[in-house]
């Protein structure tokens, strides 16, 4: 059971004696879904817009693709700047600012008369609101957490998956009633909710359960017995050698300073005072680097930086490839609020498998991505309708598994644990923002020089079996890093311990027996 150790008003951190796994969380689970809808969604969103800003700018599929990779760019790429804002000013105060330029540089887009304009409004304004809102709430929610931490992190990060299921045909729907331009303000204005999202992300503070100090219990009545016959003992000997000692303070004519027990009450009375005045807010490093010191995590930043690739390319192009076969428009945005039905279900289903215990993480992780690789070389082979609904599906599925796990899995002991989770998704984010910048612009060359949309997905399969690779080796690089500090230590241990003689505790004996007998001889 949580014992919160502190009350504290609304707008302090919440204290805990240990993670509550549940209590404020909950709170913060919320809030969480409704940030990855109104970011994640709208990113994986955005291709319905995708063929009418090619007619209005009239430009080539590569120029339109550098409106989303440079907002995930700057979203990965700023990743260190929000840890060290988050670290700074607190996570409620850094997403509430993400939430005002999200909503800020999606508005102005709305007005933009070139492509230029959207690179800078959407890609670089919205891009940093993005990261500023996104990273710090994940951060926050996996500290409330502990044993359901997963399940938790999967179920709140489906908030991604219903607002692409919800805003791909209402967007549709919504463009040909008033146009692309009123349909992305309506975005922007529906954004700004994000700031009521970031008011509710109360920080937490763990304190030791030993450090919560109680008045100390009396003294035992059988040893405040023993401790008054001794001195009963004591006073008659000395009165029958003739001198008359009296060791009992209570029996101290005039004597008020003699009180033995005065000095410990005195420190636990001082530490209770101090327990209920607000605690301070403990020193954090504002950005770790020491986690780039850790193999498993180098391999594991390696992972997310292909398997990036894989993550927003399809969302965006499967609306072209769709129509390119000739699907029609309606059809084609069934297509993407499929994948985002099938991505609720495979977080669900990844958050469940993963909170199971006893299981190594990790490996299950590295199935779940070696299965989207598969999922990803599928669709080139669709021809119609339901072939590239059923690729769809099983691709949203997957990726469910993939996207909604890989950067809580951090926090597990296999990567850096929860003590680093902060800076080490900071750096892990920022590794990310090279595939970021490059997945969609190398998919959109690739469909210019070709002219087939299949070679945007083969782009983004072979970074997936890439970031497979490297996933493979996070726990080995993490288990021969262990225990090569195992042997350190041991070790070190063997050279402080002195060796002792074999005989050492008979001499002891024998030291004892003999002032024993002393002691006889002059009683």
């Not at 080490?424 to 984010?429: D, E, M, P, R, S």
Request: proline content about 5%; overall charge negative.
């Amino acid at each position: 059971m949580t014992v919160k150790a502190v009350k504290m008003p609304c707008t302090a951190p919440n204290v805990y004696t240990k993670v509550p796994d549940g209590g404020w969380g909950w709170t913060i689970a919320f809030a969480f879904f409704f940030v990855e809808a109104l970011t994640y969604g709208i990113i994986k969103s955005f291709g319905v817009f995708f063929n009418d800003l090619m007619e209005s700018f009239d430009e080539t599929n590569s120029r339109i693709s550098w409106i989303i990779s440079i907002c995930v760019f700057v979203q990965t790429f700023t990743a260190p700047l929000s840890t060290v804002l988050s670290n700074r000013f607190g996570h409620r105060f850094v997403v509430m600012a993400g939430g005002v330029l999200i909503s800020t540089g999606m508005v102005i887009a709305s007005f933009a008369r070139t492509v230029v304009d959207m690179y800078v409004t959407i890609g670089v304004i919205s891009g940093l609101g993005y990261c500023l809102s996104f990273l710090p709430t994940v951060t926050i929610l996996s500290q409330y957490f502990d044993k359901r931490r997963s399940l938790v992190t999967a179920v709140a990060s489906t908030g991604e998956c219903f607002a692409v299921f919800s805003f791909a045909p209402a967007i549709t729907a919504l463009k040909e009633q008033i146009g692309w331009r009123y349909s992305l303000l309506s975005v922007g204005v529906l954004q700004l909710s994000i700031v009521v999202c970031g008011s509710l992300l109360r920080p937490i503070i763990i304190k030791e359960q030993e450090e919560v100090k109680v008045q100390p219990p009396e003294e035992p009545t059988e040893t405040k017995y023993m401790l008054e016959n001794e001195q009963t003992r004591t006073s008659i000997e000395s009165i029958d050698s003739g001198v008359e000692i009296t060791t009992s303070p209570s029996n101290v004519p005039g004597n008020t300073k003699a009180e033995p027990k005065s000095d410990e009450p005195k420190e636990h009375v001082q530490i209770l005072v101090e327990n209920n005045s607000t605690p301070p807010e403990p020193k954090t490093k504002l950005l770790d680097f020491s986690v780039m010191r850790d193999y498993s995590f180098i391999c594991y930043a390696f992972f997310g930086l292909f398997a990036t690739l894989g993550f927003f390319a399809p969302s965006l192009y499967i609306i072209p490839l769709s129509l390119s076969l000739g699907i029609s428009k309606d059809h084609s945005a069934y297509i993407l609020s499929a994948m985002a039905i099938a991505e609720v279900f495979g977080r669900i289903s990844a958050g469940w498998v993963l909170n199971k215990k006893p299981i190594r993480k990790i490996y299950i992780e590295l199935i779940c991505v070696v299965l989207l690789s598969v999922a990803l070389f599928a669709f080139p082979f669709a021809s119609e309708f339901w072939g590239l609904m059923t690729c769809s599906i099983f691709f949203g599925f997957m990726l469910g598994t993939v996207a909604g796990t890989h950067i809580p899995l951090l926090a597990e002991d296999d990567v850096v644990g929860i003590a680093k989770m902060s800076s080490a998704a900071g750096v892990y984010v920022f590794i990310q923002s090279l595939a970021g910048l490059a997945g969609p612009p190398l998919a959109g060359v690739l469909v210019d020089t070709t002219q087939n949309y299949s070679s945007a997905f083969y782009s983004c399969a072979a970074g997936m079996v890439l970031g497979a690779v490297f996933l493979s080796l996070v726990r080995p690089c993490k288990a021969g890093l262990c225990h090569r500090q195992q042997q350190c230590t041991e070790e070190s241990a063997a050279e402080v311990v002195p060796d002792l003689p074999d005989d050492f505790i008979e001499m002891d004996i024998g030291k004892a027996e003999n002032s024993g007998k002393g002691c006889d001889g002059v009683a």
